[in-house]
């Protein structure tokens, strides 16, 4: 029973043509994250959302953009992809930012 | 910067107990220590956490020293689904937007046949 999905799990995109990974949740919680992890590397956090607050990591790239339509759909928006962003996609959500975090399985992004 | 230190790699054997230590010296009054592990090509999976009495649940023990800057994450009778990265986090216990998970390089734990 999925409850932080992400669609697709693979994307394919050309070098700086815009791309939107999508996430959802059916665990009504309050906070959503995206992680980026490159190959052979550790989760790192992007940005997340406290309900419609958004909180951007101070060394998060402006090329990468989110959107929370409602409670249960965070995106992420890359709006010129690098060759450097090619990298795993994480969503992850948690009922409050001090409460354990639960993993979709990631979107692979991959630039051409 | 991950305040945690972790072995690059482990093994162990199927159906025996995997000791997964993790050293975390700095640790403050307010931080809880977490475990997350990663199986191959899915996202992390939470495990457990514990600010300074022994934890246990369906999954793994953690066992905190008494003067907090070590923990040992077991996993009473490993089996091959459960050869993952394992990742000791400390978080503060309250919420805000500094609360957040900052991932080490983990323990990748294999467990052998």
């Known amino acids: 029973d999925a409850m932080v999905i992400q669609n697709p799990r693979y994307q394919v995109t050309q070098f700086g043509k815009p791309v939107t990974l999508s996430c959802s949740q059916t665990l009504n919680h309050n906070v959503m994250y995206w992680y980026q992890q490159k190959s052979s590397q550790a989760p790192k956090l992007l940005f997340h959302?406290?309900?419609?607050?958004?909180?951007n990591e101070a060394d998060t790239p402006d090329n990468f953009q989110s959107r929370r339509p409602n409670t249960s759909f965070c995106f992420l928006d890359i709006r010129s992809p690098g060759l450097g962003d090619a990298a795993m996609y994480l969503c992850?959500?948690?009922?409050?930012?001090?409460?354990?975090?639960?993993f979709g399985d990631g979107t692979r992004l991959s630039i051409l | 910067d991950a305040k945690t230190t972790q072995p690059p790699s482990m093994d162990c054997a199927e159906g025996r107990a995997a000791n997964l230590p993790c050293n975390h010296s700095t640790i403050s009054g307010n931080e809880y220590v977490y475990w997350y592990r990663q199986i191959h090509s899915q996202g992390p999976q939470y495990i457990i956490h514990?600010?300074?009495n022994n934890e246990t649940n369906e999954m793994a023990s953690l066992i905190i020293t008494e003067d907090r800057k070590s923990s040992t994450l077991i996993l009473p009778h490993a089996t091959l689904r459960d050869t993952a990265v394992y990742y000791c986090i400390v978080r503060l216990s309250y919420g805000g937007a500094t609360n957040k998970l900052i991932f080490g390089t983990g323990t990748l734990l294999a467990v052998q046949p």
């Open positions: 959302y406290y309900d419609k607050d958004f909180n």
């Open positions: 992850a959500t948690s009922s409050h930012e001090n409460q354990p975090q639960h």
């Open positions: 514990g600010l300074k």
